[in-house]
């Protein structure tokens, strides 16, 4: 996926951040799950969060800044109550966006509540963090 075609995307309108410096990205690669996203990195370097109105169900997204993705994810204890799993979002409430990083062939996106968070309460969204973002934007103003 093209990360920056999307972003000039009009039908993508959350409103971005700027460009980080590359320094905070590669410090930010070193510290993070190595299996990231790819396709979720590149958004990290075009843009430095995001937030708005989404089609899904919560209806809003935070994508979580460079210098508070890592801390929102030990704020939430992700580690030890989810391990294998990675906050990149949040509605800005209640709600969490993870990646399910337990497998080698792809990260899915879903939603768990930020509180008392357990597989059980995981709600499987996409196949992934592009299927994702294509969401966003085809669904826009539907």
Not at 9 to 24: E, I, K, M, S
Not at 54 to 65: A, K, V
């Amino acid at each position: 996926m093209d990360v920056q075609k999307l972003l000039r995307n009009p039908r993508f309108r959350l409103l971005r951040g700027p460009a980080p410096d590359p320094d905070q990205v590669k410090q930010f690669r070193e510290h993070a799950p190595p299996n990231l996203p790819r396709t979720y990195v590149r958004f990290l370097e075009a843009c430095d969060g995001a937030r708005g109105k989404i089609p899904y169900d919560t209806g809003y997204i935070e994508f979580f800044s460079l210098d508070r993705v890592l801390a929102e994810n030990r704020a939430h204890q992700l580690a030890e109550t989810l391990p294998g799993f990675f906050a990149f979002a949040s509605d800005g409430g209640d709600e969490l966006y993870v990646f399910d990083l337990r497998k080698e062939d792809g990260a899915p996106v879903c939603s768990i509540a930020a509180k008392g968070t357990s597989v059980s309460g995981l709600s499987p969204l996409t196949n992934s963090f592009s299927e994702f973002l294509e969401g966003i934007v085809m669904m826009a103003g539907a």
